[in-house]
Structures are given as C-alpha cells and as structure tokens.
C-alpha cells in the first residue's frame, strides 16, 4: 500500500498563497505521475494538474496561472504552491498517483476574509 500524506492547508485570507505538500512512504520510489486534484462543498473533485516523473506539469484552463506544481524527487515529495487565492478555491485539496487507486487523505484549504 502506497501511503500519500497532505500538508499544508489552512486559512488563508483572499489574495494570500499557501503551499500544500504531498509525501509518498518511505517504503517507496516516488517516482510517478502526480496530480493534484480538490473539491469543494456539494461537488464533484476537480482536475487541478499533474506533473510527471521529470517535472513536465500540465493544468487545468481555469487556475489562470495561479497555482504551480513541482517535485522533489529525492524527497519523494511534490508541492502545489498557489497565489492569488480566491473564495472559491476553497476545497479539499488531494495529491493522486495517475493510472491508480492510490490517493491521499486531503488538506483542508479555506480562503475567507
């Protein structure tokens, strides 16, 4: 069993950043495509991006640029740092092994004034 822990979430006013971090087990090479993903109150989870083994990333169209993936191989680790935080990005935000079961608990990131 894979074992993904978030960190990182918390109150955030509108405007402000945060950088959420995901860790694989140390029983483990870390070595995979990672996506981060989120969902909020009453829908569905939410493709944020992904970013693969050698660091090439791709995002969803509505970040607007706002949020920015990255991995630190050695430390079986990848982050998602975000800016410009919005009300509605408010949500559960969770790391994901592609092409798996395999999922993380989630971090809670709440934007309000």
């Known amino acids: 069993q894979v074992q993904l822990v978030e960190s990182g979430g918390g109150l955030v006013q509108p405007g402000g950043s945060l950088r959420l971090t995901c860790a694989a087990g140390?029983?483990?090479?870390?070595?995979?495509?990672m996506g981060w993903y989120r969902q909020a109150p009453g829908k569905q989870r939410e493709f944020i991006g992904t970013i693969s083994s050698g660091g090439t990333t791709r995002y969803e169209d509505f970040l607007e640029g706002r949020f920015t993936i990255s991995r630190d191989n050695a430390k079986r680790t990848i982050y998602l740092q975000m800016s410009s935080l919005k009300l509605e990005d408010t949500a559960v935000y969770y790391c994901?092994?592609?092409?798996?079961?395999?999922w993380g608990q989630g971090t809670q990131v709440t934007v309000s004034s």
């Open positions: 140390e029983n483990t090479s870390g070595i995979w495509l």
């Open positions: 994901h092994i592609v092409g798996t079961d395999h």
